[in-house]
C-alpha cells in the first residue's frame, strides 16, 4: 500500500512536529525534506559547489548535529533556489514518498512539485510572532545564543527568499487544506491533522 502525506508551509510554523506525530500514530515513514537542503546549504559554508553538494549528499551529511543553526538554514535557503540543486534531490523524495507502508514528507513544494498526487495535502502556517516564539524555545532549549529579533529576521528572510524564486517556490497546492497554527496547542493541531488523514483513508 502506498499513501503519501504532503505537509507544507513557512519556517517554524509547526510542519516539523505534526508531521513526526501523524507519521508515529499511522505508522508511515517520515522525510523532513528541508533537512536534505540544510545538509546541502551546510557543505556550501566550506566551499562546495551547491550543486556537487547536493549531487553527492551522504548518509553522513544528514546525520550532522549543526544543521539547526539558522546560519545553516539561510545557506539551505540559498542553495535550494538552484534549480540543479533541487533537481538533484527529486528522485530521493519520490522514491521515499511512494515506498510502502505509507509516507509522511514535509517541506515547501512536497504538494506542489514532488507529490503533486499526494492522497492528502496540508498547508501548515501560523503568525510570524507565534513561528519565531515556537523556534527561539526550541533553539535556546540546545544551547543556542540568539534573540528574538534575530530568530524573527531569519524567518522572514527565508520566508521571501523561498517565496520569490522561480522554480518550486513556497506556496500551497490549490487542493491543500490550510492548518493555521497560530490559536493551537501542539496537541490540537496534530488531532486536527489526523482527523483530516483518517478521512481520506476512507
Ligand atoms: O524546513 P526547513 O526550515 O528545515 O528548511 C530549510 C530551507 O530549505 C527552507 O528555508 C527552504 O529554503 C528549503 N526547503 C525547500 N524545499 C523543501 C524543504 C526545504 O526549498 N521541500
Redesign the pocket.
Known sequence: MTFTVAI?G???AG??TISREVAAHFGYAHL???????AT?RRTLDGTDPVEAARTLGPGDLGADD??TPE???A??????IPEV?EA?VDF?RAFATRSGGAV??????GT??CPDAQVKLFVTASDDIRATRRLIELTDKGHDISFEQVLDDLRQ??A??SA?TT?P?KAAEDAVLLDTSELSIKDAVDLAIEIISERQG
Open positions: 507544507d513557512p519556517a517554524a510542519k516539523g523532513d525534506t528541508g533537512l536534505l537542503y540544510r546549504g544543521l539547526r545553516v538554514a539561510q539551505a535557503s540559498r542553495v535550494a533556489a533541487r534531490l523524495q514528507l514535509d517541506g515547501r513544494d512536497i512539485v514532488i527565508r520566508d527568499r523561498d524564486r518550486a513556497l
